[in-house]
T-cell receptor
Framework: KNEVEQSPQNLTAQEGEFITINCSYS?????LHWLQQHPGGGIVSLFM???GKKKHGRLIATINIQEKHSSLHITASHPRDSAVYIC??????????????FGKGTLLTVNP | DGGITQSPKYLFRKEGQNVTLSCEQN?????MYWYRQDPGQGLRLIYY???????QKGDIAEGYSVSREKKESFPLTVTSAQKNPTAFYLC??????????????FGPGTRLTVL
């Protein structure tokens, strides 16, 4: 079983819809990352969070440490939001552990 | 501009040949990483380095080698021992601080195809 599970795997929406992508993990973590990968392959870091909620423009990320769950929300979705969204966690095993464990990604397609 | 560069973007090699993928960063980051991405799978860590002249194996290091002679550079060599080298390779870097979580910045990737 993968330590990081994302749902859904694929998501198709109409422009303007509210989008939610979920991430569940099974280990204790010190941080969770949300990343965006466009068709060309490059990856951009959207959020890094360890508690609560962060907002950047139309994107909102929340995390519930007790439930080991995070969500990424996109308000007023737009075709340019079409990408793969990846959740990654850094475990809290201590020491100089910089390793991230990645989910398989959620492919979002926003149609005009 | 600060960032991470990887070259080339597309690379083709014949089976049995070693190939080296370049990764350079001008972010003054101590830590650098190499990941491999295959269809339907999450990114997997190949090698990482926290400091110059030191590096550690990741989860799938077999068939790969790295060097870290300069802070800015972390080249990855895909050797002929790697059984399935065709993949998308991503380099990343971050600040290194003990116990702290730091954002990783990713390069644009190199798509390697072995014929």
């Amino acid at each position: 079983k993968n330590e990081v599970e994302q749902s859904p795997q694929n998501l198709t929406a109409q422009e303007g819809e509210f989008i939610t992508i979920n991430c569940s993990y099974s280990v204790g973590i010190s941080a969770l990352h949300w990343l965006q990968q466009h068709p060309g392959g490059g990856i951009v870091s959207l959020f890094m969070l360890s508690s609560g909620k962060k907002k950047h423009g139309r994107l909102i990320a929340t995390i519930n440490i007790q439930e080991k769950h995070s969500s990424l929300h996109i308000t007023a979705s737009h075709p340019r939001d079409s990408a793969v969204y990846i959740c990654a966690v850094r475990s809290d095993s201590g020491g100089s552990n910089y390793k991230l464990t990645f989910g398989k990604g959620t492919l979002l397609t926003v149609n005009p | 501009d600060g960032g991470i560069t990887q070259s080339p973007k597309y690379l083709f090699r014949k089976e049995g040949q070693n190939v080296t993928l370049s990764c350079e960063q001008n972010l003054n980051h101590d830590a650098m990483y190499w990941y491999r991405q295959d269809p339907g799978q999450g990114l997997r860590l190949i090698y990482y380095s926290h400091i110059v002249n030191d590096f550690q194996k990741g989860d799938i290091a077999e068939g790969y080698s790295v060097s870290r002679e300069k802070k800015e550079s972390f080249p990855l060599t895909v050797t002929s021992a790697q059984k399935n080298p065709t993949a998308f390779y991503l380099c990343a870097s971050s600040q290194a601080s003990s116990g702290g979580a730091n954002e990783q910045f990713f390069g644009p990737g190199t798509r390697l195809t072995v014929l």
